[in-house]
């Protein structure tokens, strides 16, 4: 009992909501019976007459309607939410959900001041939103059909309650109440309308609420009108339109709240002063002194009412409110969050609950897969009888879906693409195609092949988390085995090396001839029979020193030996160096003659780039055509320039056609593939390779339509399986296993073990040296017998011709090692070595070339 010592008399009156003049009438009509405070009434059209009649009389005025005009009177009190505030709690919502673009749907002028916050956060370079209004006729088909083709799937409906359903219904009936369509109704009376229809359909319906039904004074409040509503059945609150007698509409709840507040400020201020009803004439000047009171009291005085906390700010207006956010579920509208001005947007489902619930939802559902064919992600099965639905196909798709269906337990019907592409946005027409246009047609709820997760095509589809990652390559003929060089022996040192082994090589033995002349202990006795010769000889004559430093180079040695400590230093120098030079010359020669040597025109996309000979391509319409006709760095852009220029198009309708333009190509055709599809292709074809690392890096994804539900489950699922190491299993399946996997891994092997072995051709070079260096010594010998030869004819005065058949008789007769002397004449004391001009069989003359006949000091 709120007031114990007064009681308050309903009259309520009833006139159309256009008819200002009488309005005023039955105010006016009201006041001379004497009132304390006017209520409503709910037309914006006749307010003002009243409030202007409740100012001069001084009689309070309390309103609960929207008013978008936000009237300071002073006598008004109004307890419907601010209008700006209100508008504020929209945006704050569809911002929390992060709408990049939406479609309005108002019914009237009052609609578009409603959303006049929205509009205005939505800055000027964001995606565009759209404002229809609602037609006066009641088929709002035509209307819901142009946002349908328009692909736009967040929608803002302002109208008033009851045009709610109706609106919802056609929307249903022409495919608009989707898993992917979202709709934010503005209406605070959502519960009051009959959803039971759209409940199932997995759309989004989202409002606020002003009354929550499960607070205590509601709870309470219900259950006494309900009780005094059994008592009396026609009684006076049959306005109220309830659901399950639970509800109450957001305009009985102001109002009931209205009279409280009326009543709270009458029984405070009662209490001090003694307040009467005075009747009053329109035509009078009279006021009602307490009315004034009355008003500011209200405007200070907080209390909680149906609406929750009542209060008002200082220019009198409810600003500080709470409302409910409600979402349709399987159960009917439930509180998923609430909102206040101050903090904005708080939602307290948990992302738990809210994963639950999806789950639940995809348990019953069966999704349309689209799809295009490519090895391996999804092939046609390979059957003797006809195939029909999912059975057809097979492939990592198809084992990926399957998992994913198994994880979350729903169905899939796999279908193709029309038109077999990926997706690619037509940039005059802003159209998609492929696989991605399936999505936004909603024709299809998944997208799963080797589908790259690109810029553009996340703006218009969602995609899960990648399942695989790859990068761009080329794919290219393997390089042709190089036939083994014959002179492969000359490899392990440069050229240069050579050059300056052969340099120093000269410089060592000259330099030894020299300091042995300079050194005069390399002077020794030429004969040993002779202690005090005439003569001293040295060893080091310039064939000598090259005989000694060659001798050494070939690790050989030779007869000859330094004395002197100079020319030691240069010999133990020279045996250092040929020490290193020839254990590094080993050392590289093992690993030159057994690797074999491939010859590829290609290493890299730069070499792809910096020449014209080899054509090179890429899948029309694909991410890999995309990055280069998007790329900013210059290679990858003049790579792109040459594709689009070359005539025939280098470009390709599938995977397939590339690979097998490359095979054909023999080398006059590189294809830009996905590392992964390379990998499959290699691992069957082995004329063909991967030239270079990866230009890029990316991943393949699930697509599925903008605003899907699913996407968190299905990304949940995908990780799920990586981590339980499946989607390792599948890959393996696919790519290494199933059709003529591992064709290529033989190959591989069978090189490797035969790279030890060393043929003819790879070492045939040395032996080539061997024949020449015979030759060279024939002819050098034949060169020194008929020097010789004619040497001996002048002195003996016969004929070259005899004396060389004389001697070539005694060398073919091939016996004994000794040759009789034709002149005798020679004794110990004759200096050996000195050319006597005598015919010497060679080797019983070999060590002096050279003697010296200067003296000893
Ligand atoms: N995976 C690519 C796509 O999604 C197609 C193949 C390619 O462009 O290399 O567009």
Not at 766 to 771: E, G, P, Q, R, T
Request: with cysteine; charged share 20%; net charge neutral.
């Amino acid at each position: 009992m709120i007031l114990p010592r007064s009681k308050l008399n309903a009259q309520i009156e009833k006139m159309s909501p256009q008819d200002s003049f009488h309005a005023s009438k039955k105010v006016c009509h009201l006041l001379r019976s004497g009132v304390a405070a006017i209520f409503g009434p709910q037309s914006a059209h006749t307010a003002s007459h009243v409030q202007s009649i409740c100012d001069t009389m001084e009689i309070p005025h309390l309103e609960t309607r929207w008013d978008y005009r936000l009237r300071r009177e002073s006598c008004l009190v109004n307890l419907y939410p601010h209008p700006t505030t209100l508008s504020k709690a929209y945006v704050d919502l569809v911002k929390a959900w992060g709408w990049k673009s939406f479609t309005i749907i108002y019914e009237n002028n009052e609609g578009l001041v409603r959303l006049q916050e929205l509009l205005k956060a939505h800055g000027p370079y964001e995606f565009p939103i759209t404002v229809r209004q609602l037609g006066e006729s009641s088929d709002y088909r035509p209307l819901l059909k142009q946002i349908k083709n328009s692909a736009e799937s967040h929608i803002v409906l302002d109208c008033s309650t009851e045009r709610i359903y109706d609106v919802l219904k056609q929307a249903q009936q022409i495919g608009m109440m989707s898993d992917y369509h979202s709709y934010l109704i503005t209406s605070l009376d959502l519960h009051g309308v009959d959803l039971e229809e759209f409940k199932y359909g997995g759309t989004n319906i989202t409002a606020f609420r002003l009354v929550d039904p499960d607070g205590p004074e509601v709870r309470k409040v219900v259950r006494e009108w309900n009780l005094s509503e059994a008592k009396n059945k026609k009684g006076e609150i049959s306005s109220i339109i309830r659901d399950n007698n639970t509800f109450v509409k957001a305009e009985t709840a102001l109002m009931y709240d209205a009279v409280h507040l009326f009543a709270k400020a009458l029984h405070d201020l009662d209490t001090s002063q003694q307040i009467d009803i005075k009747p009053l004439s329109c035509d009078a000047v009279d006021t009602w002194p307490h009315g004034y009171s009355l008003i500011n009291y209200m405007k200070i005085v907080e209390m909680r009412g149906l609406t929750g906390v009542i209060k008002f700010d200082h220019q009198g207006f409810r600003s500080d409110f709470v409302l409910d956010i409600i979402e349709l579920s399987k159960e009917g509208l439930k509180k998923i969050g609430t909102w206040n001005s101050t903090e904005g947007v708080n939602f307290t489902r948990t992302y738990g609950e809210a994963y639950t619930q999806i789950v639940e939802i995809i348990q019953n559902k069966t999704f349309v897969v689209t799809t295009i064919l490519s090895s391996p992600y999804v092939m046609r099965k390979e059957a003797s009888e006809k195939l029909t639905g999912n059975a057809q196909f097979e492939g990592y798709a198809v084992d990926l879906i399957h998992e994913i269906s198994r994880v979350l337990g729903f169905n899939y019907t796999i279908r193709l693409a029309p038109d077999g592409r990926y997706g690619s946005l037509n940039r005059e027409t802003k159209e998609w195609d492929g696989m991605i246009r399936e999505l936004l047609d909603q024709k299809a709820d998944l997208a799963i092949a080797d589908l790259t997760i690109t810029y553009d095509r996340e703006q218009a589809v969602d995609f899960t988390m990648p399942f695989m990652n790859l990068g761009i390559s080329i794919l290219y003929r393997k390089p042709i085995k190089q036939p083994p060089n014959l002179f492969s022996f000359l490899s392990p040192l440069s050229l240069d090396v050579w050059i300056y082994m052969a340099t120093a090589y000269l410089g060592v033995s000259v330099l030894l001839f020299i300091l042995a002349r300079f050194s005069p202990y390399e002077w020794d006795n030429p004969h040993p029979c002779n202690s005090d010769p005439d003569v001293l000889e040295n060893q080091f004559t310039l064939l000598n020193s090259l005989w000694f430093t060659i001798g050494s180079l070939m690790q050989q040695g030779s007869d000859i030996a330094p004395k002197a400590v100079s020319t030691r230093m240069v010999a133990g120098m020279w045996w250092f160096f040929t020490l290193i030079m020839i254990s590094s010359y080993t050392a590289n020669l093992a690993a030159f003659l057994t690797v074999e040597r491939m010859d590829s025109p290609i290493e890299s996309a730069d070499d792809l780039a910096k020449q014209t000979k080899i054509k090179y391509g890429a899948l029309r319409g694909g991410s890999t055509a995309a990055f280069f006709r998007d790329s900013n760095f210059s290679t990858y852009q003049r790579m792109w320039s040459f594709m689009e220029s070359q005539r025939p198009s280098v470009f390709t309708a599938s995977n397939v056609e590339g690979v097998e333009r490359v095979v054909k190509g023999k080398g006059g055709y590189a294809f830009l593939m996905e590392s992964t599809s390379i990998e499959y292709v290699i691992e069957r074809n082995c004329e063909l390779t991967q030239v270079g690392g990866m230009l890029d890096s990316k991943g393949y994804g699930i697509a599925m339509p903008p605003n899907s539900p699913f996407r968190t489950a299905i990304s949940g699922a995908i990780l799920k399986l990586q981590e339980e190491g499946k989607l390792h299993i599948l890959k393996t399946r696919w790519w290494k296993e199933k059709r003529g996997g591992g064709a290529c891994r033989d190959d591989t092997t069978k090189t490797s073990s035969t790279a030890n072995e060393l043929g003819l051709a790879n070492v045939g070079g040395v032996f080539v040296v061997l024949m020449g260096g015979m030759g060279v010594a024939c002819v050098i010998a034949v060169c020194e017998f008929v020097w010789k030869s004619r040497k001996v004819a002048v002195e003996e005065r016969s004929s070259l011709c005899a004396e060389m058949a004389s001697e070539l008789r005694f060398a073919l007769r091939c016996q004994g090692s000794t040759k009789p002397i034709r002149k005798k004449g020679r004794s110990c004391n004759a200096p050996t070595g000195v050319d006597d001009g005598r015919f010497h069989p060679l080797g019983s003359y070999t060590s002096y070339g050279f003697v010296s006949k200067e003296p000893i000091n």
